[in-house]
C-alpha cells in the first residue's frame, strides 16, 4: 500500500514563527500536494508539485511556499505563521499521467497559530 | 462558481435505510471522477472511482450523468459504520482534484 507520512500529527506555534511542515511518500509517485480542509470550505490546494524542484501554485498560496529537493519529500512551509492559518493540513500524492488513480493522503497535521 | 458542489447535509439515516448523495460539476471537460470517505479528524480516504457506465461495489453504487453533469453515491442496507463525510472528487484530465466540501452522514441505531 502507498503510505503518505506527515511528521507531526498536532502542532501548536506563534504568530510570527517560521513552521515546516514534511511529507514523505514510499511509492515513487511524481505528484505530491498541499492542501488545507477548514470547516465549510472543504480541500483547498495550496501547492503542487509534478517533478523535484517543480512546484506550482494552487488556489491559496499566499502565505506559503514548498520545497521539492527529493521525488519523495514534499515540504509545505508557513514563512511567518499567523492565526488565519490555523488548520488542518493534509499531503497526498499520485502517480503521473493517471487520473483514474486519485490520491493517498496523509493523516493530516492540525496546526494551531496562537 | 464552484468546481464541485455538494449538499454539505447531515443526512441522518437509520440503520438499513439507502440513502443517496448528489453531487453536480462545473467543468464539462472533466474526464474522472470519484468519491472519498472521510472519518471525523482522519484524512479522506478513496472509496470508489466512478465509471461512465455506473459501478457497485457491495453495497455502494456510483453513477455518472455526463449530460447533466452529476455523479451520485447509493448505499443500501446502511451500517452504523458508514457514518462519515463523502467527498465527491472530480478531475479535468490534469493532474488535479477538485474536492467538493462534503456530506455528512449519520446513521442511528
Known amino acids: 500500500d502507498v503510505k503518505v507520512t506527515q511528521s507531526s500529527r498536532y502542532l501548536v506555534k506563534r504568530t510570527g514563527e517560521k513552521v515546516f511542515l514534511e511529507c514523505v511518500q514510499d511509492m515513487d509517485h511524481e505528484n505530491m500536494f498541499w492542501y488545507r480542509q477548514d470547516p465549510g470550505l472543504g480541500l483547498r490546494l495550496i501547492y503542487f508539485s509534478y517533478d523535484v524542484k517543480m512546484k506550482e501554485k494552487g488556489d491559496i498560496p499566499e502565505g506559503y511556499s514548498v520545497s521539492r529537493e527529493k521525488k519523495e519529500r514534499f515540504s509545505l512551509i508557513l514563512e511567518s505563521a499567523s492565526t488565519n492559518q490555523t488548520s488542518m493540513y493534509l499531503c497526498?500524492?499520485?502517480?503521473?499521467?493517471?487520473?483514474?488513480?486519485?490520491?493517498?493522503f496523509g493523516s493530516g497535521t492540525r496546526l494551531t497559530v496562537v | 462558481r464552484k468546481e464541485v458542489e455538494q449538499d454539505p447535509g447531515p443526512f441522518n439515516v437509520p440503520e438499513g435505510a439507502t440513502v443517496a448523495f448528489n453531487c453536480t460539476y462545473s467543468n464539462s471537460a472533466s474526464q474522472s471522477f470519484f468519491w472519498y470517505r472521510q472519518d471525523c479528524r482522519k484524512e479522506p480516504k478513496l472509496l470508489m472511482s466512478?465509471?461512465?457506465s455506473g459501478n457497485e461495489d457491495g453495497r455502494f453504487t456510483a453513477q455518472l450523468n455526463r449530460a447533466s453533469q452529476y455523479i451520485s453515491l447509493l448505499i443500501r442496507d446502511s451500517k452504523l459504520s458508514d457514518s462519515a463525510t463523502y467527498l465527491c472528487v472530480v478531475t479535468p484530465g490534469a493532474n488535479n482534484l477538485f474536492f467538493g466540501t462534503g456530506t455528512r452522514l449519520t446513521v442511528i441505531p
Open positions: 466512478v465509471y461512465s
Open positions: 497526498a500524492s499520485s502517480p503521473l499521467h493517471n487520473p483514474n488513480y486519485g490520491y493517498t
